[in-house]
């Protein structure tokens, strides 16, 4: 009955910026490894930012490193995506995840996470 819901996505130009928001919904969700993930129409889907909430730890893929970050907010289980200086190319549905179980490392490939939310458009004009 555990949900991930992402919000904050919409449609900014060139330059801008936006935070996503990734709550759970119908439980105190607690996960060690939070992703956050995003496909554009016709590609494959890539990582963004990945968290290990324990360790306090990010990693962020290098398509995005530099102009976006990842933070958490442990009161209320939310994890956020600040994205800053905007393209086109970032133009994409994206997606935050959550892993079961215990890892020591969080890993980077969407094909290991299980638990996903339903998404939030971000379009870059």
């Known amino acids: 009955h555990v949900q991930l819901v992402e919000s904050g996505g919409g449609s900014v130009q060139a330059g801008g910026s936006l935070r996503l928001s990734c709550a759970a919904s119908?439980?105190?969700?607690?996960?060690?490894?939070m992703g956050w993930f995003r496909q554009a129409p016709g590609k494959k889907r890539e990582g963004v930012a990945i968290?290990?909430?324990?360790?306090?730890?990010?990693y962020v893929f290098d398509t995005v490193k530099g102009r976006s970050t990842s933070s958490q907010d442990n009161t209320n289980n939310a994890v956020y995506l600040q994205m800053n200086n905007l393209n086109p190319e970032d133009t994409a549905m994206y997606y935050c995840?959550?892993?079961?179980?215990?890892?020591?490392?969080?890993?980077?490939?969407?094909?290991?996470?299980?638990?996903w939310g339903q998404g939030t458009q971000v379009t870059v004009s």
């Open positions: 968290m290990n909430r324990k360790l306090r730890t990010t």
């Open positions: 119908g439980s105190n969700y607690s996960s060690r490894c």
């Open positions: 995840a959550a892993i079961r179980g215990f890892v020591l490392r969080c890993p980077r490939n969407n094909n290991d996470y299980q638990v």
